[in-house]
Each structure stands twice: as C-alpha cells, then as structure tokens.
C-alpha cells in the first residue's frame, strides 16, 4: 500500500484518531450524564450523616462499574472550581446492596472530603474506578476468631465485611475495637448496634480518645484494654485499618498475629520534612522548558507550584495517573525513601523527588 | 525597525514587568470553574456544529443547505483550531486534568502535527518573538516584511505567495513544524536521514486529514460523494482563509517591532515583555469575533500571558492598556480592516529592496512619539520613605 502508506502500517492508530470512542462519549453524555462508552460512573441517590463529619453517600452505577468485594476501596473523580481530582475512598456497603455506597470523613483541610461533604447534592454524578484492594476476607476460608481494629474513618472496609459476614451467616465469632475522638465522632454508631444485637457472634467495643463519655470506654490502645477485650489475642485472624500512629501502637502488640492492614496516606501525609540541599534543574522534554525545583515535595507538587499541571489522580501512588517517564537523573520514593538509578524509567511524579538534575518526557 | 514607544531606562523597564505580573496573579487568582465551563461550552459548540455542517452538507439536495453545511463544517474546523486547539495546547487548561483538553495529548483537525506545531509555535515562537533568524514565524522564511532582512529577487513575487498561502493555510503550518525542527538542528548534524524523519510526521498527519475529509465522509455518501469533497474542500478553505487573516495581523501590522538576536542577549523577564508588546498587534471586534479568532484578537495579552485561559483576554486588556499609556508603550490596536490593510500593505512594500520600499513608505505620515512616560520613579534609598 504505496498510496496510504501510515494507515496501511498502523490502522488502529488511525482509527483511534477518528475518536471513536470520544464522539460517542460526547453523544451519550448529551443524551444522560450517566451513560458512556467505558466510564464508571454513578449519580448520588441518597446523603446521610453518619457523624459529627462524615457522610454517607448512596450511589446508583452504570454498567460499566464491575462491583467489589467487601473491603475493597474505588477511585472517585470529581470536579471542583472546574478542576477533576481523585481520591479513593473504602466503599461502606456490603457487595449484595443494590447500591453502593462510600463513607466520607471531613480531613482538616482536605479538599476532596470536605466537598463531598458540604457540596455535594442528591443528583450529581461522580466518576468512579474499578475498585480494587487487598483488605478484603476469603469467603471460602473464614477464620473462627476474629479481630476487627479500626480508627475513624477507618471503619469504612470493616464495616462492609461485617455486614457482609452477617449476610453469609458466619458461625464463629468476631469483635470490633473502634477508636473514635469523642461520642458524637463514632461512624456507623445506629448500624454497628443493629449488627450487634442481630448477630450473636459480634461483640463491638468503642473507645474514645478525646473526650470521655460515660458509659464508654476511654484512652488509646494498651496491654490492659487488649487483655480485659481479647484474651485470646494470640488465636484470632486481625483486620487493622486507621490512622498511622493507631497501626504502629497496634503491631506492637500484634507481633504474633497474622495482621491484615491498610493504610490510607493523604496526600499532604505523605510529605517529608526532607531538607535538600538545594534547588535542582529539571528539564522538561516535550514542554520545551527548563524549571527548578526544591526536592522538597513531590515532584508533581513542585510542578503544580510553578503552574505546570500534570495529568494527575489519587497522589498518593496508586493509581499512575502521572506516571511519567524519566530520561536521566534520579529520583527518591517518597513513600519507602529509595533512591531510583539515573537511567531511564517510569516514575510516578506524585511518590518522586527530585534529587539531581532531571531530564522528563513531559 | 523605528520604534514609537519611549524608549524605557532600566528601572523603568523592570517596573513596567513588576506592574505586569502583578496583573497575571490577580488574574490567576480567578481562574476556575468559569474558564472550565467557557471551554466545555466552546467544546460543546464544537461538536455540534460538525454534527450539523456534515449532516446538512451529506443530506442537502440544493444550494442553500449545502451553503449552511459548509459553513458549520468550517465554523467548527475554526472553533477547533482557534479557541480550543489553540489554547488547550499552550497549557490553558492543562490544569483542570481533563484528558479532552490537555496540551500532551490534544490532536486538532488541520494537517500541522501538534508536537511540531508545540515546538515551533509555543517554544520557538514565543520565546524568540519576532528575533529575526530565531522566530522562524516572522515572514515563514518566504515573505519579507522589514528591512532588516535581505531582499532578494524571489520577494517580488510574495504577494502572490502570500495570496496562495492564505488559500492553503493549513499546509504551510504544517510544513512549516518539521522545517523549524530541522532548521534547529545544528549545521553539522543535519543528515537527509533526520529530515525524512521529521517530514514523516507530517506526511503522517496529512495522510489522516485527507483520508477524512476526502474518502470517508465521502464515501458514506455514496454516488452523491463529489458533493461532499466540495464541501469538505470549502470548509479548510473558508478557514484556511480566516486562520492565515488573523494570524498575520498579530505581528505583522505596520508598527510591530522586530529585534535582532544581539538585542536578547540578557534579557531580562521585564525585558521580554516589553518586546512582546512592541512585536505583537491586537484586533478590535466583537465577542463572536474574540471567540472565532480564538482571542487571537487580543494578541499582545496572549503574547505576555500565553497560559492564562483566553477568555481573561478580555479583561485584562484595558488594565494592560492603561499601564502602556502610563508607560509611553505603544498599544497597537485597531479595528480588522485597519489591521489586515497594513498586512497587506507590509507584505507588498518590503517585495521591493530597501531603496524602493522607503519611497513607498516616504508618503507615510511621520513617525510619532508616543507621549513622555507619566511615571515618577522612586528611589528607593530616598529617606522620604523610611518612616520617622
């Protein structure tokens, strides 16, 4: 094929460049927010308040959302002042509910949670992921023992694997330890007592760090609270979720335990207090532009700063929305604090500092 | 190249920069939801105007539908190059992370491949504006359009070549990006090997616009096929001819500037901004007329602030005005007719050596000085401004 020598070689590149998939995506919005060619998307059906700060959000999908297991977590995609963000959130629900549903604790500052909390209303639609995640039970092999420790937000994956246990008639026994600030914080507080007296097997302790309360347990975690709630500590299967200063106390008593965790880092967590030792160019390739950063942030941050916005998404390493790839120079893992090699590579630019001078395809 | 505007002294240059970067951190200040929904809009209008032009020209049975179509079809070609392509591929909009309008991934609807086009236009271009032998856009390295660059005897015939290019707009843009790559290349490495590669860019692109316009669409119309070829051919044409029109009057009108590449050495960010304003020339019009030039309109805004969502333009211009007229810059503004006369008329007086060309510029009324700067610089080291 002489005559269309690109199209002969490549077909699918030319196809793609008809956009197919974007007129009909453009159609199909036109016609219903909710539908699309391949997006998951879902309309808020329903808000509750679950707490003092955190919200209940009841969601009708598409078809092209998949579903999840209990304690699996979904990318969520929303637009705020006209700008798209994603964060994952644990999905509160058990699978079987018809509709899904997350639960959103307010973070100081957080601007994705404090918008699902205050701004968002029954009718918008919000773009989901496919939910994903390892904080999940084998329903084919559920231990007798168990042992559910959670802190604030924490509960969201726990409190859809308990009650997806109470659908599946577990038959041994499980207890819930639920570190909450004050009375007024504790999430799912009406459903956890519904679960409790409907199953025999559960027994739910709250404890509060705050503020004491009467008729509640209060303080953080210690050997005389574990002793007097599980004496049999050493049998039981352990499911930890919350905070990071809750789940390093945790393993310290857990060293025995087979401990399944997760461990949400918000984006501003994940920042160091690194001091470097100075600004270091980075050469942006395809931009055509040479910027200094700090290597004090991420790189994606760094960026952002100086108003070069990369595509981006759940910043905290997840997703490889802004991966990006590196020509030479090094990086460091925020996350673990590894050093990459000074070749070429995939980075994600929202896990990577800068640390000599960069050369990006971006 | 005689200048009209006062010639500034050092603090006065940096002043005037500090002045306009004030204006761009007000202005990023705004930025948001309505710069979001301006483009979504414009993006909106986009599609809709294709879906229109190319139902009514495959289903018109007479003139006047056709007509119409055509007309859509061109409009959107316009809206896709102008106002989105345009803007989205300066970074625009890259920060509100929609994949539809992010300056790494957007295509646009012309035969010019946008990572060429990225190169020549927002690098080379805006960086070196109007540096002769640097900003390969000043004159496309055909046209001859100051006296500072050598005639030659092939200029005598630039009006007509300018009169074809604006015809085949999109072709020379898109020519153009491969040859600015080459030319950047240093001497000694160029090889036929890496022209070929450049050139296949284009020729790729080429290849999916005509296959487009000129077989597909065709094609799904059947016997009644040269119908469409016709109104696809005066669609690129229609906005072949607007794209070329406004974009010759952003720096080629009578008064915009052009520096030599000895005048940039150190050059200061103040100092940049400065030469942009002298090299570049806006278009009065209406807001139909902003958003179909893609706010090319306002130029000299565009040139100070390329990544500043377009539709601010507007409100910025009379700030940066009233901060030129205090300064003694000349703000070259005028109405399209005005503004594409002296095109035109630029184009055909330097196609003459320089000797003619000043004849035929001697009736031009005397250059005139913009009025005295009205700005009291303060030293900064005076005691007045140390508090008692």
């Known amino acids: 094929m002489k005559v269309l020598p690109f199209i002969y070689n490549s077909p699918k590149e030319y196809w793609n460049y008809f956009q197919p998939t974007n007129w009909l995506e453009f159609v199909l919005g036109e016609i219903n927010p909710l539908y699309s060619v391949s997006t998951a998307k879902a309309k808020v059906i329903a808000i509750h308040s679950e707490s003092a700060d955190a919200k209940t959000i009841v969601l009708q999908t598409n078809r092209h959302w998949k579903g999840f297991q209990a304690g699996q977590h979904v990318p969520v995609t929303v637009e705020i002042a006209g700008r798209r963000v994603t964060r994952y959130y644990s999905l509160s629900s058990s699978p079987s ?26 009718g918008d639609v919000i773009e989901l992921g496919q939910a994903s995640g390892e904080f999940t039970i084998d329903p084919s092999a559920l231990p007798d023992k168990l042992l559910f420790i959670a802190g604030g937000s924490g509960i969201t994956p726990i409190h ?116 470097s030792s100075g600004p270091v160019e980075v050469v942006l390739l395809q931009s055509h532009k040479t910027v200094l950063l700090k290597g004090e942030k991420s790189i994606l941050e760094e960026l952002e700063d100086q108003g070069i916005y990369p595509p981006s998404g759940c910043r905290m390493g997840i997703c490889h929305t802004c991966t990006c790839r590196k020509t030479s120079g090094s990086v460091t ?30 | 190249m005689k200048t009209i505007s006062k010639k ?91 994949p539809r309008f992010n300056s790494r991934t957007f ?51 630039q009006m007509f070549s300018n009169l074809f290019l604006m015809f085949h707009f999109q072709w020379g843009v898109g020519a153009h990006g491969y040859r600015v790559e080459y030319m950047e290349i240093p001497k000694k490495l160029r090889k036929k090997r890496t022209l070929k590669e450049y050139r296949d860019v284009f020729f790729k692109k080429i290849e999916l616009q005509l296959v487009k316009d000129y077989l597909f669409f065709p094609i799904l119309a059947g016997l009644n096929f040269p119908k469409v070829i016709l109104g696809n051919l005066l669609a690129n044409m229609i906005r072949n001819v607007w ?77 940066l005005e009233a901060v030129c007229k205090k300064y003694g810059q000349n703000y070259n503004t005028g109405s399209f007719a005005k503004q594409f006369a002296e095109v035109w008329k630029r184009i055909f007086v330097y196609s003459f050596p320089n000797k003619i060309a000043k004849k035929l510029l001697g009736n031009v009324k005397e250059v005139q000085l913009m009025p005295e700067p009205q700005i009291v610089m303060v030293d900064t080291t005076s005691e007045e401004l140390i508090p008692a």
């Not at chain 1, 007296?197 to 503020?211: A, I, M, R």
């Not at chain 1, 996350?335 to 395809?361: A, H, P, W, Y």
């Not at chain 2, 979504?40 to 049975?61: D, M, P, Q, W």
């Not at chain 2, 010759?248 to 100092?271: L, Q, V, Y």
């Open chain 1, 97 to 122: 509910a018809k509709n899904p549903t997350i639960t959103v604790k307010r973070q100081k500052g957080g601007l994705v949670s404090n918008f699902l909390n205050d701004r968002l209303k029954v």
């Open chain 1, 160 to 275: 859809s694997i308990i009650k997806t246990l109470a659908e599946s008639n577990y038959k041994g026994q499980a207890k819930l330890l639920y570190f909450s600030r004050f009375k007024e914080d504790i999430i799912f507080f009406q459903s956890f007592a519904k679960l409790e007296t409907g199953n025999s097997w559960l027994e739910v302790k709250h404890v509060l760090t705050d503020v004491p309360s009467p008729g509640y347990e209060s303080g953080f975690l210690t050997t005389e609270l574990m002793d007097k709630f599980v004496p049999d500590l050493k049998e039981r299967l352990v499911y930890l979720c919350g905070p990071a200063p809750l789940q390093t106390s945790a393993k310290e008593f857990l060293k025995d335990n087979q401990v399944i965790s997760e461990l949400f880092l918000l984006p501003t967590q994940i920042q160091t207090n690194y001091q």
């Open chain 1, 333 to 362: 893992n925020i996350k673990d604090e590894t050093m990459s090699d000074s070749g070429e590579g995939n980075i994600q630019l929202c896990l990577s500092r800068v640390d000599e001078k960069l050369e990006l395809d971006f």
């Open chain 2, 8 to 98: 500034l002294s050092k603090a006065e240059t940096e002043a005037f920069g500090a002045e306009l970067e004030e204006i761009r951190k007000d202005v990023m200040a705004k930025v948001g939801t309505e710069d979001a929904n301006h483009i979504k809009r414009v993006h909106k209008a986009y599609r809709y105007t294709e879906i229109l032009g190319r139902g009514l020209i495959h289903f018109s049975f007479e003139p006047i539908t056709f007509g119409i179509g055509t007309l859509l079809l061109a409009g959107s070609k316009i809206l896709n190059n102008m106002e989105i392509g345009h803007n989205v591929m300066h970074g625009q909009y890259d920060w509100m992370n929609d």
């Open chain 2, 107 to 157: 295509e646009w609807d012309i035969v010019s491949d946008s990572k060429q086009w990225k190169f020549y236009h927002n690098y080379m271009h805006h960086t070196f504006t109007n540096v002769l032998g640097k900003d390969h856009d000043y004159g496309y390295n055909f046209t001859r359009l100051t006296d500072d660059q050598k005639w030659k005897p092939v200029h005598l015939t």
């Open chain 2, 243 to 319: 794209t070329y029109s406004i974009i010759f009057c952003g720096h080629f009108t009578e008064n915009a500037e052009t520096f030599s590449p000895e005048e940039i050495k150190n050059e200061t960010r103040a100092d940049w901004y400065i030469r942009q304003l002298k090299g570049s020339s806006n278009i009065s019009g209406s807001k139909f007329f902003y958003l179909m030039s893609g706010h090319l309109s306002h130029q000299i805004e565009h040139h100070m602030y390329p990544d500043v969502p377009s539709r601010r333009y507007q409100e910025i211009a009379p700030r």
